[in-house]
């Protein structure tokens, strides 16, 4: 069963626009992930955030954690057609495999 | 270069056929898994291997076969029992998904002829 659920399920922003993408999960969670994906490629692991974590840097990524309603978000600065791609959140029990939501495809245009 | 090589790209399968779709990593990677991914469906995991000759089955494991011979190898065979096997198959692979996340391969395309 997938247990994260991404919001929206589409976004289309300019570049140089930033693009905020959200995910909802139901259970206790000991991380968060988020990952890329490209049309037709494997997805790539973009950060990790702890559950005793509440944001995290990477780059132009910014990623929050509200373990108290079971949300996370990813925020991408500064947006560049080559950030056109699916995210997709996916969250670690700790004890088992890594649940996906369904994503969220980003296009951002030149 | 070190990372997880799925093969082949794209595959056609006839009715009644079995596939097997091939999975390597070379990252010295303990666990191992099969995702499908259905448009507008995102992941859903089919099976898992946590070491070598062991295996578990995931939330749509009917159908699907794996094994676990070799560290390095995690094929999966698409049985004729799969009634709708066209999808896009991801293969990925762990040392430590708590701190590292998954590596994924880059995907093979499955379709129905």
């Known amino acids: 069963s997938q247990q994260g659920e991404e919001d929206p399920q589409a976004l289309s922003i300019q570049e140089g626009e930033n693009a905020t993408m959200n995910c909802s999960y139901k259970?206790?969670?000991?991380?968060l992930q988020w990952y890329r994906q490209n049309s037709g490629r494997g997805l790539v692991h973009l950060i990790l955030?702890?559950?005793?974590?509440r944001e995290k840097h990477s780059g132009r990524l910014r990623v929050t954690l509200d373990t108290s309603k079971k949300s996370s978000s990813l925020l991408i600065t500064a947006s560049r057609a080559a950030d056109t791609a699916s995210y997709f959140c996916?969250?670690?029990?700790?004890?088992?495999?890594?649940?996906f939501g369904k994503g969220t495809m980003l296009l951002v245009s030149p | 270069d070190g990372g997880i090589t799925q093969s082949p790209k794209y595959l056609f399968r006839k009715e009644g056929q079995n596939v097997t779709l091939s999975c390597e990593q070379n990252?010295?990677?303990?666990?191992m898994y099969w995702y499908r991914q259905d448009p507008g469906q995102g992941l859903r995991l089919i099976y898992y291997?946590?070491?070598?000759?062991?295996?578990q089955k995931g939330d749509i494991a009917e159908g699907y076969s794996v094994s676990r011979e070799k560290k390095e190898s995690f094929p999966l065979t698409v049985t004729s029992a799969q009634k709708n096997p066209t999808a896009f198959y991801l293969c990925?692979?762990?040392?430590?998904?708590?701190?590292?996340?998954?590596?994924f391969g880059s995907g093979t395309r499955l379709t129905v002829v």
């Open positions: 990925a692979s762990s040392w430590d998904s708590s701190n590292y996340g998954y590596t």
């Open positions: 259970t206790s969670i000991n991380n």
């Open positions: 955030i702890r559950s005793n974590e």
């Open positions: 996916a969250t670690d029990p700790g004890y088992s495999t890594l649940t």
């Open positions: 990252l010295n990677h303990d666990a």
């Open positions: 291997s946590q070491i070598v000759n062991d295996f």
